[in-house]
């Protein structure tokens, strides 16, 4: 008997599911995306609290959490920057964390360091959920990719599904092969050669029995691509400015190369875009970025309402 039961459970990292969990989860998220159709809100966590603590910049992980929880009718608390909370003081995440813990009942966060979810699950009583810890994990932005490729292609099974983009710290892309290993995909790596995906996460992947491919070349792996998965090069995790002036623009996709290559792929990308993506492809029907983003309140309900067990 396999068990689904997430009451409790911290999300940490996309290695920690099994393929029927991953189900469950996009099951419950789609659940949840019928749910709002009909009405605007939910009303299954009066009285709970979310605590949002980003101590890194987001746009949609952080809006999306705050707003997965109203939806479910529940409270928000939280931060939006370190600069504004105690850690600005000198406080540790550890003291921060176990504070907040007296608060809420489930806290989101994001942190700059790799393995700072960890931590902050080892002092937290509330399940934590990895919003982004450094250039380590992303597994609710990995559900919610998943969740858009199962809506936008049907299945996730037979995918060819390409990475491109600065694969050597993009956390999106480290929790998304953890869950696409699991199904019946091929996977193509665009990166340049400095941006490569670990070489520890392709030995894994290949040894897991996944068939993995490495290129630099876009436009060749376009041409196999069922879904094209653009990344941004991580500027903030460069030590060196000039290497990540060198690097960037190493990737542009266009409306004129998905035309002639590939009129049928479906185009993803985790957001922000800086210059991967130019804005004549946002018109194209494969253009699924932004519907992901709105994936995004569906997945984060459902692990929310998982995890402190609303549902
Ligand atoms: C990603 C992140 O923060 O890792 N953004 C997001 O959560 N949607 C991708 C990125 O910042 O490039």
Redesign the pocket.
Known sequence: MVDLDFKGKDILSGAQFSRVEIEHVMDVAEEMRQRLEKQRALDIMRGYVLGALFFEP?T??RLSFETAMLRLGGGVTGFASAGVSSSAKGESLADTIHTVDQYVDVIAMRHPQIGSARIAADVAEAPVING?DGAGQ?PT?ALLDLFTIRSERGAVDGNTIVLCGDLKY???VHAGVELYKHYDCRLIFVAPDSLRMPAEIVARLREFGVPVEETTDLESALAEATVLYM??I?KERFDDPAEYARLKGSYVLTRAMVERINPDVTIMH???RVDEITPDVDALPGAAYFRQARNGIYTRMALIALVTGAV
């Open positions: 987001s949609r992980t982004g992303h932005q993009g956390r999106t990344t941004r991580q985790p957001l922000p």
